[in-house]
């Protein structure tokens, strides 16, 4: 049946570190941040009953009501969907400790609490998930948080969805620790890696991300680039103030191609964003067009838009045909 819905309220899930839900999406009017079971410290999920509640969701969707939380977030769209139980969009973000320091990351505001928030295990849910055929194989597994390759089961993790053969594993990881599971998952094509570099100069680096890592980073980038199979992609988050220098991004772009990745992915930070979506300076709009207009210039083969970014792009279209 065609109605309005999302890929997460019809199949997705989000481990957090203290709750499940629908999806991680907030920057939108609605705010997402749908809960599913709180105060969650890893219990192995009944799922008769999630996909209860979740088919409550879908009924309403079918009669056109959109929960508010989702109030003109750009997931929605009118298609025919699947509305079989299963899961196939799921959010690893159930860690929060890190070994960079990023300045607009969420854990600066306690970076001792977060670094030592003591975190669930994943894995027997996951398992619980393959056995119980909750999982679909077409499943795309997100790694957000946090940095996954520092968790004790992240190479059992890797493994595990690898040999399930799942569709895509996208991880965001700092680049900071080489793990051999991703190099795997890169070379079976597998796996999908984003780091943030959000700068090519060794001072501006450790100016955002305050370690002394930036070497050894970009090393570990050229070292994964050549499994050839996988897909990886260099992220830019603009930072205004920061690293909103046209110069800079065009570098990181060459710096890109020069160690041999192919695909970058663009974002601006989430704060200064929230804040300032309704009065965008023009020249946040210059950095944008540049990046999104000028990569293949730059032999770059493909640019993804992260939240902030795709919303920019939105309401500017929005904005212009407003005006027609
Ligand atoms: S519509 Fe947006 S907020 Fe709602 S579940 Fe989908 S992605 Fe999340
Ligand atoms: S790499 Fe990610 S999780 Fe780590 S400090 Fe930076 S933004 Fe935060």
Same mark, same amino acid.
């Given at each position: 049946m065609k109605y309005i819905s999302c890929i997460h309220l019809e199949h997705g899930i989000t481990f957090f570190s203290n709750s499940v839900q629908?999806?991680?999406?907030?920057?939108?009017? @609605?705010?997402?941040? $749908?809960?599913?079971?709180?105060?969650?410290?890893g219990e192995l999920i009944n799922w008769d009953e999630l996909f209860k509640s979740r088919r409550v969701i879908r009924d309403n969707l079918k009669k056109g009501i959109i929960p508010d939380k989702c109030?003109?977030?750009?997931?929605l769209k009118e298609q025919d969907w699947?509305?079989?139980?299963?899961?196939d969009e799921v959010l690893i973000g159930h860690f929060t400790h890190c070994n960079c320091n990023c300045?607009?990351?969420?854990?600066?505001?306690?970076k001792n609490f977060f670094n030592n928030n003591k975190t669930y295990n994943i894995l027997p849910v996951i398992k619980d998930m393959i056995e119980k055929g909750?999982?679909?194989?077409?499943s795309t597994i997100t790694f957000g948080g @946090?940095?996954?390759? $520092?968790?004790?089961e992240f190479e059992e993790l890797v493994n595990l969805l690898l040999d399930y053969d799942v569709y895509n594993i996208r991880i965001h990881s700092d680049g900071i620790k080489y793990s051999p599971a991703i190099e795997k998952g890169l070379k079976l094509g597998k796996i999908t890696l984003i780091t943030s570099v959000?700068?090519?100069s060794k001072k501006l680096y450790e100016k955002i991300?305050?370690?002394?890592?930036f070497d050894k980073v970009w090393k570990n980038l050229a070292n994964y680039a050549k499994a050839k199979n996988g897909l990886i992609r260099t992220k830019y988050v603009l930072i205004p103030g920061i690293n909103d220098d046209i110069n800079e991004v065009k570098n990181w772009m060459k710096k890109t191609y020069e160690s041999g990745i192919r695909h970058i992915a663009f974002d601006i930070e989430d704060n200064w964003f929230k804040e300032n979506r309704n009065n965008i300076p023009q020249y946040i709009y210059v950095i944008f067009d540049f990046v999104y207009k000028s990569y293949p210039q730059y032999k770059i083969e493909s640019c993804e838009l992260y939240e902030r970014a795709s919303n920019l792009k939105i309401d500017r279209e929005i904005k212009h045909n407003s005006k027609c």
């Open positions: 629908i999806c991680c999406i907030s920057s939108h009017p @609605g705010g997402g941040n $749908i809960v599913q079971i709180n105060n969650y410290k109030s003109e977030c750009y997931y699947n509305d079989d139980d299963y899961i300045i607009y990351c969420y854990t600066e505001k306690d909750v999982l679909s194989k077409k @946090g940095e996954p390759t $520092i968790l004790n959000d700068s090519s991300k305050h370690v002394p890592c």
